[in-house]
């Protein structure tokens, strides 16, 4: 196989975590978990004040220019995390005081890792960062592809919205990585995985914690 292949397996075969996990399950039912949502959004907006400069040095280390990749560092993430607060106004405004404001365990575990894989060297960065737009592009698609998540779904709009923009995003990061993937031997790129994959448990986790933080 090769390293993209590879790269791609670790997602589809993550996929099932996913699909499992009490976030997605709640989006799958139109279940509207307001505290839920209003800790989600807080956290990933957390999230992305570090990991969009993150994601930008990873594409400077490279000296990378494609269009969707350098739209990603602005502020693309607003729109979804409005969908999400229409949604939990519109079930209980009044959760949003209760949520916590601590940077919650899996928002700091995956904001390390990408920084430990920063100081692993440029190409395990890369990978790390990977998993950012491709687990919602391709959970997304999935989801919506399927049947899964239909029109009359209060939550389609986000789906929709991740579908499109980290849909494309991947497309252009995996031409990136299969790139570079070839000027780094084969322990580099066995560490770039694991550095992939370790990412994209912590975006199952990331998702989870919102929910986990209900009681
Ligand atoms: C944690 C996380 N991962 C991914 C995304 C979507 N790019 C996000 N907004 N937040």
């Known amino acids: 196989m090769t390293f993209i292949e590879q790269f791609k397996k670790i997602m589809q075969d993550a996929l099932p975590t996913f699909l499992e996990n009490p976030f997605i399950k709640d989006c799958e039912a139109g279940r509207v978990d ?32 494609s269009e969707s990749l350098r739209q990603f560092e602005g502020d693309q993430e607003t729109e979804p995390h409005l969908m999400l607060q229409k949604l939990a106004d519109q079930k209980d405004p009044a959760a949003k005081k209760t949520i916590t404001k601590e940077w919650l365990p899996a928002t700091i575990g995956y904001l390390k890792h990408i920084q430990n894989s920063q100081q ?63 000027k ?32």
Do not use: H
């Open 34 to 65: 307001a505290r839920a949502l209003y800790t989600y959004i807080y956290q990933d907006n957390i999230y992305l004040d570090v990991y969009l400069p993150l994601f930008s040095k990873g594409l400077d280390n490279f000296d990378i220019n």
């Open 120 to 182: 692993e060297g440029d190409f395990i960065f890369l990978c790390s960062l990977a998993a950012c737009p491709y687990v919602y592009g391709y959970l997304n698609e999935k989801m919506i592809e399927s049947g899964q998540i239909t029109e009359d779904n209060p939550y389609y709009p986000w789906f929709d919205f991740y579908k499109g923009t980290d849909g494309q995003l991947t497309v252009d990061f995996m031409k990136v990585l299969e790139e570079q993937a070839e």
């Open 184 to 215: 780094v031997d084969a322990d580099l790129q066995s560490r770039g995985l694991t550095a992939f994959y370790q990412a994209v448990q912590f975006e199952s986790d990331f998702f989870a914690q919102a929910v986990e933080d209900r009681a």
